[in-house]
């Protein structure tokens, strides 16, 4: 396992996080607890959660499982986020400061820990003035409640302003962000990570197998069955079978992840996770397995370094599209200047 600091902070964390999002839905309490095992054994030390992850039973799970190993308290990084419905009051969702106390007092009953050490905004609110929740973790920092503020899914101009404010009220900077980011979905290269790069942000990427799509599990033209995501339901989210199939991009990605396998002798998961942990401004990425079978997989991506031909290959196959402006060469020539020969 490989480490880094959580973003522009002193924390340390390892480059592979354990995502719990499966947990009490997809994964049992067992099994959650035999991935969260396997997980430490293998040196991870970053448990991300949220609290509408099965409407809590994921944070009871991990708590359970905390209470279980009190001695591992110290040595993990546990993050939560709080942001969606978590009952049916006008009050129960959003990034309000009515809301958010509420959903981190629950979020540590519900983990049995005093504090959490990263606390994130699990999607922008468009009610709440951006300052408020700002100011909503700094006021939890100074109270011991969490040690860190980060974001999820917020676009580049959202993470820009919310930096800014930090910055110039003097409140607890944001840290973190956890967006979707993997070979398939490579959109936040064109805003959102100069300004991680810019702002010191530690990127924390979801989805990094792309719903499974990475994996090689899935084949073109042939409408997935059985017990997998897509196969129980082939229209889910972002990932659904038909948009992605439609897509010639998607196989010309999925071979050239299945040909650099083949030459380093791993898994199609171990690749896409080593590319994306080299990433820019990646902190760690976030793995999401059903099973111990998948995470022990995943897990093997922890020391794999790819070469320069490797990240050739998978970047050019997984390039995305994209015009002449702003982003296209166009884009980047009218800001690019070089100082003059001398």
Known sequence: MRYRTLGG????VSTLALG???FGAETDEAGSFAQLDRY???????????????????EEIVGRWLRRHPELRDQLVIATKGRFP??????DAGLSRVHLTRALDASLRRLGVEYVDLYQAHAWDP??????????????????????????????WQLQKAALLTDHLGLTPIVTLQPQYNLLVREIEFEIVPVCENEDIGILPWSPLGGGWLTGKYRR?????????????????VEAYAGRNAQERTWRVVDAVREVA?????????????????????TSVILGARTTDQLDDNLTAADLRLDAED??????????????????EAGVRQRGRELPAG
């Open 9 to 12: 902070t002193g924390t340390v």
């Open 20 to 22: 719990t999002m499966t």
């Open 40 to 58: 430490v054994e293998a040196g991870g030390t970053f448990v991300d959660t949220a609290d509408v992850y099965s409407t809590g039973v994921s």
């Open 86 to 91: 978590m009952g049916p009051g006008a009050n």
């Open 127 to 156: 009610l709440t003035p951006l300052p408020e929740t700002l100011r909503f973790f700094d006021d939890a920092v100074r109270a011991g409640k969490i040690r860190y503020a980060g974001v999820s899914n917020f676009t580049g």
């Open 221 to 237: 033209d042939t409408p997935p069955t059985g017990a997998t995501r897509l196969g129980e339901d082939p229209e889910r989210g």
């Open 262 to 282: 083949q030459r380093r002798a791993v898994s199609m998961s171990a690749v896409a996770l080593a590319w994306l942990a080299d990433r820019p401004a990646v």
């Open 311 to 328: 990240t050739r290959l998978l970047d050019e196959a997984s390039a995305p599209p994209v015009a002449d402006y702003p982003y296209g």
